[in-house]
């Protein structure tokens, strides 16, 4: 093996253009919700390609900032009304905060099972489970990969007869309505369309280690849908993210402009101007960044094409990856082989992680009902899965240690 290197998972990338951005935002005095939220907002819309302009001509709000993705897929649900004695589908191969968020507002969690050999719910099981309890779905884009939309979107339209609208949105929507868990997939894209203007809804993270990053913090964004006012939109969230206040700390900086009023008893979510403007300063940047990611992920792809191990597919001609996660099987090997193989890459200054430990598995879900013994292909997919580290702090040198280290290990199991 190469001399021993030391290989952080997922570090933050960080430069002078962010240390300028934070500098000039603290030098500003508007370090809460301000002007660059409300800038990043806009920029958001138009990656996503969600931006769009109301009869005038004037930009209109189509995605709101927030301090986490959690926030953004909680809110999401509170806008439509989603609540007790509702279902929301989602997988059980995921992170906790897509079936928390569920929980938060009342609703009841379903949790799918993986189709054989995916990551992605088995579509003719989410079929099964459908009902008139149930209200939204919410599909996971694992490791920067977009979901099956088609499927997602045929399986609602089909069982449409059985939607139960609520309230006047959702009587809109007249069937299961689509919110995307794409806390890994921002800049990612699926048959020529953008990850967010693909799901009725859609909810990015910017958490420290994911591509983007503004510390901590989230964004939701939404496609046009006719009947539904984007403004409305916009403004309930922003009234559910700031304590039901009907005027932001932005309004109120007008002239004499002080008074308010408290809509609801609401929450508290926003997203500051300081993490805006490192998110601003990473967008300049993140073109770039994913093209760093792809070189890397086809240097994996290349170099374990030999080895008997299965990788995400991140990349054909009808889907281009944000490339967050390198999701590696071992196949026919087991967890316990799993994790001597994440050891010993430890060893070599390697940390590596595992995405993930199915829901079922958890006390949280067990204490719910749920039993890893009724999802056979998440566990499946869990046994023996390994996240090399991938992240754009890496060399060149640094990819090929990780190749030569991983490579030999698996090798000699």
Not at 101 to 127: N, Q, R, S, W
Request: proline fraction near 4%; aromatic fraction near 8%; include cysteine.
């Amino acid at each position: 093996m190469n001399d021993k290197r030391s290989i952080p998972f997922s570090p933050p990338d960080m430069s002078e253009t962010e240390i300028e951005m934070v500098a000039e935002v603290m030098k500003s005095g508007w370090i809460t919700t301000g002007p660059k939220t409300k800038e990043f907002e806009h920029l958001i819309s138009m990656c996503c390609q969600t931006a769009r302009k109301d009869k005038d001509d004037k930009d209109l709000c189509t995605t709101v900032c927030l301090n986490s993705a959690t926030a953004c897929m909680e809110l999401a649900l509170r806008v439509l009304g989603i609540g007790e004695g509702d279902e929301v589908i989602v997988p059980a191969y995921t992170y906790t905060a897509t079936a928390a968020a569920v929980c938060h507002v009342g609703a009841k969690p379903i949790l799918v099972d993986c189709a054989p050999g995916t990551f992605e719910m088995d579509y003719d099981k989410v079929a099964s489970v459908i009902n008139e309890h149930t209200k939204a779905i919410m599909p996971v884009d694992l490791g920067g990969v977009v979901a099956d939309y088609d499927k997602v979107f045929a399986v609602v339209e089909a069982k449409k007869n059985l939607f139960k609208p609520n309230n006047e949105i959702q009587k809109v929507f007249g069937r299961c309505i689509v919110i995307a868990d794409a806390a890994h997939a921002f800049g990612a894209m699926w048959h020529g369309k953008m990850c967010g203007e693909i799901a009725d809804f859609t909810s990015f993270s910017f958490h420290a280690v994911k591509n983007l990053t503004t510390a901590e913090g989230g964004a939701l964004t939404w496609r046009a849908i006719s009947g539904i006012n984007d403004e409305d939109i916009y403004k309930k969230l922003q009234l559910l993210s700031l304590h039901g206040q009907n005027k932001d700390a932005l309004a109120k900086t007008k002239l004499g402009a002080w008074e308010y009023d408290i809509i609801g008893t609401w929450y508290k979510c926003n997203m500051t101007n300081i993490m805006a403007g490192i998110g601003l300063a990473q967008l300049k940047r993140y073109p770039e960044m994913l093209h760093r990611r792809r070189q890397m992920i086809e240097s994996y792809n290349e170099a374990f094409q030999t080895l008997p191990v299965t990788v995400l597919n991140h990349y054909d001609n009808n889907h281009s990856s944000s490339g967050h996660l390198y999701l590696v099987r071992l196949d026919g090997k087991k967890r316990e082989q799993a994790n001597k193989v994440i050891e010993l890459m430890a060893e070599c200054g390697i940390a590596c992680n595992v995405h993930y430990k199915p829901l079922p598995m958890m006390t949280a879900y067990k204490a719910m009902g749920y039993d890893i013994k009724d999802y056979p292909m998440a566990y499946a997919q869990f046994e023996n899965e390994i996240t090399l580290p991938l992240n754009t702090c890496m060399s060149d040198e640094d990819v090929q240690y990780v190749i030569d280290n991983f490579s030999e290990i698996v090798k000699a199991l």
